[in-house]
């Protein structure tokens, strides 16, 4: 296998590993943390040694999918997904660089997403993602990293207008990391990064709403919080193989979300969460052969002081249940896949992939209940199997044609979906072009 095959697929792989696939299934919010795509503002440093000038770099990502998608029993819908990264790299000389940076992503889809309380059909979704970066490049083996950021994130759920979803939310924000080189060689580079990011969340439309059968008195702002993420990534990338493990722990420190007593009653104390994410990404690639290997491990931990006080929506308080901690869990998700890759000469690199992902989501103390509300005296168990099949072919350079499939399969012992919904299939399939620039 020559050199320059290996550096394609390592860059292409790379950018997956960082971003995710361009059109792959929207992660389940409660499952999620917020990463600001970085993969287009790392190749700046294959620029480097171009020219010493300072330069203009434009860098362009751009994905337009067509796609129909169903969810079992609520219909289909045809749709689009669209999403791209615009970076106009300024490059000063050698060692600054200044990156503001745009990622936008519109899909219009039927999908189930699990929010908080459980699981709900969306059928558009819209991010907005603004960053200003300054990259400053002392040595060969450090690089320091400082921005601001911005997010808008609109969802549009089954039956509501677009803009006034309960779960939109917009974030303001700074952070940092530095960056430590610790081997790099031609065919080979390992790096340790440390970060911080600070940012305020904002819920524009979620006022008002503690639950929808509680005896307590909303609040205002109820979801509103401040979030304080450090980070650790390391990653590893040889001829071989790819590894990339990344731990970020986040605070949310709830401004006006009062917890809950015992007796319904809110108390003087608020809401603090800690979210534990650790995602480990590997990937397997033989000097000899066109068959590649991945695998991917995510676990979180969400350590929540929040209660749940169930009224029953009955005046008699006997009947009344009070689950403590009700937002904690614990949860798992494995990622196998396998790729056949072909060079297409002149043009890039071919792949077709098939991968398959299995979550478990344990929750603390919130017990499931059955399809006419009673409390058993299990755990809430959640369980997603999810077969994803992707194709690209490069048209030339710059273009390539993309095929995606994907479907899911939720089970869970949470049979009350008077509200939520816990146990559901759903697909979908998109045809579309990715252009890079």
């Known amino acids: 296998m020559q050199k320059p095959y290996i550096y394609i697929v390592i860059s292409i792989i790379t950018i997956s590993l960082v971003m995710g696939l361009p059109s792959a299934t929207l992660a389940a919010e409660v499952e999620g943390i917020e990463e600001v795509p970085e993969a287009l503002s790392t190749e700046a440093l294959k620029l480097k040694a171009e020219t010493s000038q300072a330069k203009i ?4 990502d751009i994905t337009a999918l067509g796609l129909y998608s169903k969810v079992i029993g609520s219909g289909g819908l045809e749709g689009v997904d669209v999403k791209g990264t615009f970076a106009p790299v300024v490059k000063y000389d050698d060692k600054h660089y200044f990156i503001p940076m745009y990622y936008g992503a519109y899909k219009k ?4 997403v699990t929010q908080e309380e459980g699981g709900q059909i969306y059928n558009t979704i819209t991010n907005q993602n603004l960053t200003l970066q300054y990259k400053y490049i002392p040595s060969k083996r450090w690089i320091l990293r400082a921005n601001g950021l911005a997010r808008l994130h609109y969802v549009e759920e089954s039956g509501d207008s677009f803009g006034d979803g309960l779960y939109d939310y917009r974030d303001f924000g700074l952070g940092g990391n530095v960056e430590r080189v610790l081997s790099k060689t031609s065919t080979s580079q390992r790096s340790l990064t440390t970060g911080i990011e600070y940012y305020q969340r904002d819920y524009p439309n979620y006022q008002s709403l503690i639950s929808l059968a509680t005896v307590t008195a909303p609040e205002t702002d109820e979801k509103n919080y401040s979030g304080i993420r450090p980070s650790l990534r390391y990653k590893s990338a040889t001829r071989e193989r790819v590894i990339n493990i990344m731990y970020s722990p986040l605070y949310k ?3 006006d979300k009062k917890i809950i007593g015992s007796d319904g009653v809110l108390t003087s104390d608020t809401r603090e969460d800690w979210f534990h994410y650790l995602k480990i990404n590997y990937l397997r690639m033989p000097v000899e052969g066109s068959i590649m290997y991945g695998l991917g491990l995510t676990g979180i931990i969400n350590d929540s002081n929040q209660h749940y ?13 009070f689950s403590k901690n009700y937002y904690s869990f614990a949860s798992l998700s494995v990622n196998p896949s396998v790729t056949y890759v072909s060079r297409v000469p002149d043009k890039g690199v071919a792949t077709l992939k098939l991968g398959y992902n299995y979550l478990v989501r344990l929750y603390n103390d919130r017990k499931a209940q059955q399809t006419n509300g009673t409390y058993t005296l299990s755990e809430q168990l959640d369980k997603i199997h999810t077969v994803q099949i992707e194709g690209i072919y490069p048209v030339n350079k710059q273009w390539s044609s993309m095929l995606l499939y994907n479907h899911t399969f939720a089970h869970s012992n949470m049979k009350y979906e008077t509200y939520y919904q816990y146990e559901y299939e759903s697909y979908f399939l998109a045809l579309g072009l990715k252009y890079k620039y």
Not at 57 to 60: C, V, Y
Not at 309 to 321: E, F, N
């Open 253 to 255: 420190d709830y401004a």
């Open 109 to 112: 889809s039927r999908q189930v």
């Open 57 to 60: 770099i434009p860098l362009i």
């Open 309 to 321: 006080y169930d009224s029953r929506s009955t005046v008699s308080l006997t009947d009344d249940i």
